[in-house]
């Protein structure tokens, strides 16, 4: 028979190592801290239009720095800025039906480059929790009006509809729910290597998130994660409901827990309706390849 001592040591040193193995995803930052990430998506579209294909191809790149300007107890004080905005459609039905980019010069004619140019001029400040989530994000009111005005000599009623119009996706909502897709990822309970957790994301692409701890480096945290999507997307000309899946990798910073990597790719699929053509129903799919990565980070 064993002695007593030595099942109550082997009994405390197997309870240490489960304890030990637990781990709370958090994010870790410090005042000062800044992060400058580069944003590729690739997006392909395809309507199916009683036998001929419309094949949309679109490409949007971004470098955008979050900067840690305050730290407390359950939030942090973000500042976050648009360093450059790329984005380029083309159809092969129609051609190229827009480019944009914010480093390159603008033409006096050229509308869409003076509105987006805007895009670069405008600080957010943005409250984060620390498991992610983000609580608000402040000054798209400002970034809004500044893209308007840019547009030049119209009337206060266009300016409204324009403003109404771009706040689908540059209100504080919109672009709290955006960038909640990079960031909020860790759950609210420890975890070990191989559990899962769930989450929700919202907005015109919303999903159900199933999570999972891959493992953990000296560096590293990996995670990878599986979700139902859907994409609901209304105007007065066409409204979109499209469902399907999406994968995501994620390679995280162990000592800020900010990712280093991320790469997503989804693929969707229903109908457009065409409200312009007696409400026609277009079979639609939509695959999207997103990867974001640390350029830099500076403490």
Request: without cysteine.
């Given at each position: 028979m064993k002695p007593f001592f030595t099942t109550i040591l082997v009994a405390f040193i197997a309870t240490t190592s489960v304890l030990n193995a637990q781990t709370s995803l958090t994010y870790n930052l410090q005042v000062g801290d800044q992060f400058k990430i580069k944003q590729v998506a690739n997006q392909d579209i395809v309507q199916d239009m009683n036998g001929q294909k419309h094949e949309m191809k679109n490409l949007l790149e971004g470098d955008f720095t979050f900067i840690v300007e305050e730290v407390n107890d359950s939030l942090y004080g973000l500042k976050f800025k648009f360093?450059?905005?790329?984005?380029?459609?083309s159809s092969n039905l129609i051609g190229e039906i827009i480019s944009v980019n914010t480093n390159d010069s603008i033409a006096d004619d050229d509308i869409e480059g003076k509105i987006?140019?805007?895009?670069?001029?405008?600080?957010?400040?943005?409250?984060?929790?620390?498991?992610?989530?983000?609580?608000?994000?402040?000054?798209?009111?400002?970034?809004?009006?500044?893209?308007?005005?840019?547009?030049?000599?119209?009337?206060?009623?266009?300016?409204?509809?324009?403003?109404?119009?771009?706040?689908?996706?540059?209100?504080?909502?919109?672009?709290?729910?955006?960038?909640?897709?990079?960031?909020?990822?860790?759950?609210?309970?420890?975890?070990?290597?191989?559990?899962?957790?769930?989450?929700?994301?919202?907005g015109d692409l919303s999903s159900k998130n199933t999570w999972t701890l891959d493992n953990i480096?000296?560096?590293?945290?990996?995670?990878?994660?599986?979700?139902?999507?859907?994409?609901?997307?209304?105007?007065?000309?066409?409204?979109?409901?499209?469902?399907?899946?999406?994968?995501?990798?994620?390679?995280?910073?162990k000592e800020t827990g900010f990712v280093k990597t991320m790469t997503t790719t989804s693929a969707v699929e229903g109908n457009s309706i065409m409200h312009k053509m007696n409400d026609l129903k277009v079979p639609t799919t939509i695959t999207s390849n997103i990867t974001y990565k640390i350029e830099k980070h500076v403490q």
């Open positions: 360093d450059r905005f790329k984005m380029v459609s987006f140019a805007q895009l670069v001029t405008v600080d957010l400040a943005m409250d984060m929790y620390k498991n992610g989530k983000i609580k608000s994000i402040e000054g798209s009111n400002e970034l809004i009006s500044k893209m308007v005005n840019a547009v030049g000599d119209i009337d206060e009623f266009t300016k409204e509809v324009m403003k109404e119009s771009m706040k689908g996706e540059f209100s504080n909502e919109s672009l709290s729910k955006s960038f909640e897709q990079m960031t909020y990822i860790y759950p609210n309970t420890t975890v070990n290597i191989g559990d899962s957790w769930e989450n929700d994301f919202e480096t000296d560096d590293e945290i990996i995670i990878t994660g599986k979700s139902s999507v859907i994409f609901l997307n209304k105007d007065a000309d066409v409204e979109m409901n499209l469902n399907g899946d999406m994968t995501s990798n994620l390679i995280i910073s």
